[in-house]
Structure formats: C-alpha cells, structure tokens
C-alpha cells in the first residue's frame, strides 16, 4: 500500500523541527560558552542592514570577540530573562533591552576602542525600494552624468531608464534631459522603480553601519546605556 501523502508531510516536519531545536540549542550554547570567555556584552543595532559588509566587520573582530546576530529570544534564554535564570548577576537587565533589531558582540577590548571602532566604520550602499529618502535627487537638464564618477551615462542606458519612467533623448552619442528631473524627494519611501534609477545612475543613499546601545560588565556586573 502506497504511503500517504500526508504521512510523508508529518515525516518532514519532524525532521524540520528537529533540526531547528538543534540549530537554537548549539546558539545557546555558543553564546553561553562565549560569556564565559568575554568581559563585555555589546547590544548592537543595525542600520540598512547589509550582510556583505556584516562580513566584513565579522572578520575585524575575528581575533577580539564574537559577533551574534539572531532571534532576540534565543539571545534571551542563553543570558536569562530574568533573576532566576540569569547567568550572570545583574545580566537580565541587559537581557530587557534585547528589543528590536539587533544582535550582540562579546569582546574584551576596551569600551572606548569598541566605541571609536563603530563610529567610524560605516559602508555606503544604494538604497532599497521602501527605505527612506533623506534628501532631493534632481537631475538638471542636460547631458546626464553617474553621480558617484561624472562620466556621462552610456547610451545604452537609454532603455533602461526610460522604462523606468525618464523621459530623455540622444543626442551625438549622450543621453540628454530637456528638463530637470527628480528622482526623489526629501522624505520619499522609495518605490521599486525610484530605487532601480538610483542605482542605475548610481546614486548610493544608504549608508549600513552597527550602532551600539548598551554594554553589560562582567566586573562591574552593570549594564550601561551609551
């Protein structure tokens, strides 16, 4: 007799949910090994979260400490949500502020060197279709330039941005505006199409950096807002 269909459903799921209680359980695990190991615990949140550049600060801080970034709750239940399951005294409190957002980086390097670390590490990066514009794109009339190097744009381009909603023209091998153009204005949430312009006359918007918040002191056993 064939095997139902649904049979082999449940068997799946079983397996599935196998395999994340493992994945949660080694995440506690690590993060519990790691807070034997580090003096401090850094709440960091992202903005314009890019996983290229996550990478990148990752590997800055190889041979300093260890950066997480998972679900809050599992974040919760490897520190203690709470006196009794703290880990570490006072460590819950640092557990609350795990709201949002953002992951935790354990270190023994000192506070003013985390600080002076992540406020001058920051990537530009083009902007995705519903963030936020923080400033008018205008495009003047004329030959049309890339933003980031002043080259004209090339005139194969010319498809491309039409479709997309510019109205242009070429003129002796340059892709020309009869008028100004806006792309975008002060407060704009960018549809797909903005976004796709942006990029196409490379237009790099968004700006992905970590923010730390709070830090929790083993020898203290404070946490601190910072």
């Avoid at 744009?153 to 491309?160: D, E």
């Amino acid at each position: 007799m064939p095997k139902s269909r649904r049979k082999k459903q449940n068997i799946y799921l079983t397996e599935t949910q196998k395999k994340t209680r493992e994945a949660k359980t080694k995440a506690i695990a690590n993060i519990q090994e790691c807070l034997s190991q580090y003096t401090y615990i850094w709440r960091i949140v992202p903005e314009d979260m890019r996983n290229t550049y996550l990478q990148q600060i990752r590997a800055d801080w190889k041979d300093k400490g260890k950066l997480f970034f998972t679900k809050n709750k599992i974040i919760i239940k490897a520190l203690g949500r709470d006196e009794q399951e703290e880990q570490e005294l006072n460590l819950s409190k640092f557990s609350q502020e795990l709201v949002g957002n953002a992951g935790i980086l354990f270190t023994n390097e000192q506070v003013d060197d985390v600080r002076s670390y992540f406020s001058k590490t920051q990537f530009d990066d083009y902007a995705r279709a519903g963030g936020l514009v923080d400033q008018d794109i205008v495009i003047p009339a004329g030959k049309i330039r890339y933003h980031n190097t002043g080259e004209y744009v090339i005139p194969t381009q010319k498809p491309i941005l039409e479709s997309l909603g510019m109205s242009i023209r070429l003129e002796q091998g340059f892709l020309v505006l009869d008028q100004d153009y806006t792309i975008c204005k002060y407060g704009d949430q960018l549809t797909v199409e903005q976004a796709h312009m942006l990029k196409q006359l490379m237009f790099k918007l968004a700006i992905f950096r970590l923010i730390p918040t709070h830090y929790y002191d083993k020898t203290t056993n404070q946490v601190i807002e910072v």
